[in-house]
């Protein structure tokens, strides 16, 4: 009887399983949100210090200067979207949805959710949607 129940495949992940994952999640975001702080505040501040009177390296700072408030820009966008994303998981968890490939259906490995923990697809899936691109 066991190895009946061990060919089986499993189409879900149990209730403490998920709570494992919110766990994971909720940690992901909350440092995910901080970094997001941090390049706000990288964005909003970094003035030229007002003591730098040299015009060479003021013009370098500020060069400099809009070059990383680009950068924390883009940083800050990414960030933005993957706090969307870990969102989305966390409503999937409620809906009991997380953790199934939105493509093929198949449960997404566990391993997989733990480096990913936003991830909607398997690899396989991945692929499919990259072959039909």
Do not use: W
């Amino acid at each position: 009887m066991d190895n009946i129940v061990d060919n089986v495949e499993k189409t879900s992940y149990s209730v403490e399983e998920l709570q494992e994952f919110k766990a994971l999640i909720l940690q992901k975001r909350e440092e995910a949100v901080h970094n997001l702080e941090m390049l706000n505040q990288a964005v909003a501040g970094g003035e030229n210090d007002v003591t730098d009177t040299a015009p060479t390296f003021k013009t370098l700072e500020e060069g400099s200067s809009v070059l990383s408030k680009e950068e924390n820009s883009r940083l800050a966008s990414r960030q933005q979207k993957f706090i969307k994303d870990l969102d989305a998981a966390l409503i999937r968890i409620e809906n009991r949805t997380y953790g199934i490939c939105r493509v093929t259906g198949k449960l997404i490995p566990k391993e997989r959710l733990m480096i990913v923990p936003h991830a909607t697809t398997t690899v396989e899936g991945k692929m499919l949607e990259k072959k039909h691109r």
